[in-house]
């Protein structure tokens, strides 16, 4: 098991930046990719990025790359998300997820990962 916890969300203003963290606890860390969604009320789970057990491969969404970067810090157990010039509809909760290295599959889907956190509000004012 693998338990995820999301931080670093709230209210920010149009064109500001956000850094979202999720803590990873429960085995060993580097063994999972690490996903980012986000979802909006009425909508399915979107896909933001996800990353590589050792930190060195990333992938994002489309409309997303440029602004937003993943990482993570395997000696502290947790991934972030940095978000930069955020936009009103960028309003979402934002979830990590995790899932093992290796899988077959680009990590894009929610069926693909194993493991949930709660997730963190975002919410970007105009």
């Known amino acids: 098991q693998v338990q995820l916890v999301e931080s670093g969300g709230g209210l920010v203003q149009a064109g500001d930046s956000l850094r979202l963290s999720c803590a990873a606890s429960?085995?060993?860390?580097?063994?999972?990719?690490m996903g980012w969604f986000r979802q909006v009320p009425g909508k399915e789970r979107e896909f933001v990025g996800r990353i590589s057990g050792s930190g060195g491969s990333t992938s994002y969404a489309d409309a997303l790359e440029g602004r937003f970067t993943i990482s993570r810090d395997n000696a502290k157990n947790t991934a972030y998300l940095q978000m930069n010039s955020l936009k009103p509809e960028d309003t979402a909760v934002y979830y990590c997820?995790?899932?093992?290295?290796?899988?077959?599959?680009?990590?894009?889907?929610?069926?693909?990962?194993?493991?949930w956190g709660q997730g963190t509000q975002v919410t970007v004012s105009s």
């Open positions: 429960g085995r060993t860390f580097s063994w999972y990719t």
């Open positions: 997820a995790a899932r093992p290295i290796g899988r077959n599959g680009g990590g894009t889907s929610t069926a693909s990962y194993d493991y």
